[in-house]
């Protein structure tokens, strides 16, 4: 699948879905009090999926690891399947995965 003619780019050139494992983030009053007015619970719920803005990077247990990666520019095949391996660089506890996105831009002159 191609997104462009070629005659053009795709802007941005690129994008994709990042994963790392955390260990357990221990929650101020503040931050709690904000997910209890978000969620109606003051503490995570297991299995869920939470926003959570600026992620203290040293929660992390692992470097992030692609899980998606689009090259706007480039052929795509309409299916693809990645295995993404982990590996640990700091001690803690496995509390969850963190999730973000990653785009990159072309460098236009």
């Known amino acids: 699948m191609h997104f462009s003619s070629g005659a053009c780019r795709v802007l941005p050139e690129a994008a994709g879905t990042l994963l790392a494992p955390t260990s ?3 929650m101020c009053i503040v931050e709690r009090l ?3 007015e978000n969620t109606g619970r003051s503490a ?3 299995h869920k999926l939470y ?3 600026g992620f203290p990077a040293e929660h992390m247990l692992a470097a ?3 899980m998606e990666w689009l090259e706007f520019n480039e052929y ?3 299916v693809s399947t990645r295995v ?3 590996e640990t660089v700091c001690a803690g506890g ?3 995965l963190h999730m973000h996105l990653q785009v990159r831009t072309a460098d236009c002159h």
């Open 51 to 53: 926003a959570v803005r």
């Open 84 to 86: 993404v391996t982990f």
């Open 44 to 46: 995570p719920k297991p």
């Open 34 to 36: 904000l997910m209890f």
């Open 76 to 78: 795509m095949p309409p």
């Open 24 to 26: 357990a983030v221990n």
């Open 94 to 96: 496995f509390e969850g």
């Open 64 to 66: 992030p690891q692609p």
